[in-house]
Structure formats: structure tokens, C-alpha cells
Nanobody, 119 residues
Framework: QVQLVESGGGLVQAGGSLRLSCAAS????????MGWFRQAPGKEREFVAF????????SYADSVKGRFTISRDNAKNTVDLQMNSLKPEDTAVYYC????????????WGQGTQVTVSS
């Protein structure tokens, strides 16, 4: 089992920045990669960013490319999401998730952290 705990959400004005962190514990040796997702009220959950556990591979949704950066801290077993130039449409509950293979679904999810961007 893998446990994931997000932190770092909050309220920020448009154009501002926030940094989210996801701490992984438990059987982290089984993790292939980590992703960030978000879900806005009344909308489906959507993919935001992915990073392989080694940190060698990353990918981003087009809507956040150039504004968000995903990174790994091997010593702390954390995955961070640096969010810059935030827009009101970035408002959502942000979740981190872990998958154990390249093609598997995301097996483990955190509880989510609220990000609110005011205009």
C-alpha cells in the first residue's frame, strides 16, 4: 500500500503562485510514477501533470504547460507542483495519485487540497 498526503493549497489572486506538495509513504518502491489531477465544481476530474518516480520523464496538460512545473524530491519522497501565473480557471481541488506501471491506472490517491484563484 502507498499513502499520499497533499499540502500547500490555499487562496491566491490571479497571476500569483502556489506550490503543492504530495508526500508518499508506505510501499513507495512499487511506484512507477506520480500524477497531479484536479476537479473543479461541476466538472470531471482532469489530468494536470505526471512525473516518473525516477524524475526522468514529465508530461503536462496543455492548459498548464509553461505555467506549472512538476518535480521530485528523492530524499523526502515528495512530488511538488509549482503553479505560476495562476488563473481563476485553475480553481479546483487538486489530487496527487500514484501508479505502479506505465500502463496501469492510478491505484493510490490523496485526499485532495483546495486551490482557489480569485480574479
Amino acid at each position: 500500500q502507498v499513502q499520499l498526503v497533499e499540502s500547500g493549497g490555499g487562496l491566491v489572486q490571479a497571476g500569483g503562485s502556489l506550490r503543492l506538495s504530495c508526500a508518499a509513504s508506505g510501499r513507495t518502491v512499487s511506484i512507477y510514477g506520480m500524477g497531479w489531477f484536479r476537479q473543479a465544481p461541476g466538472k470531471e476530474r482532469e489530468f494536470v501533470a505526471f512525473i516518473s518516480w525516477s524524475g526522468s520523464s514529465t508530461s503536462y496538460a496543455d492548459s498548464v504547460k509553461g505555467r506549472f512545473t512538476i518535480s521530485r524530491d528523492n530524499a523526502k519522497n515528495t512530488v511538488d507542483l509549482q503553479m505560476n501565473s495562476l488563473k481563476p480557471e485553475d480553481t479546483a481541488v487538486y489530487y496527487c495519485a500514484a501508479k505502479v506501471t506505465l500502463v496501469s491506472r492510478y491505484d493510490y490517491w490523496g485526499q485532495g487540497t483546495q486551490v482557489t484563484v480569485s480574479s
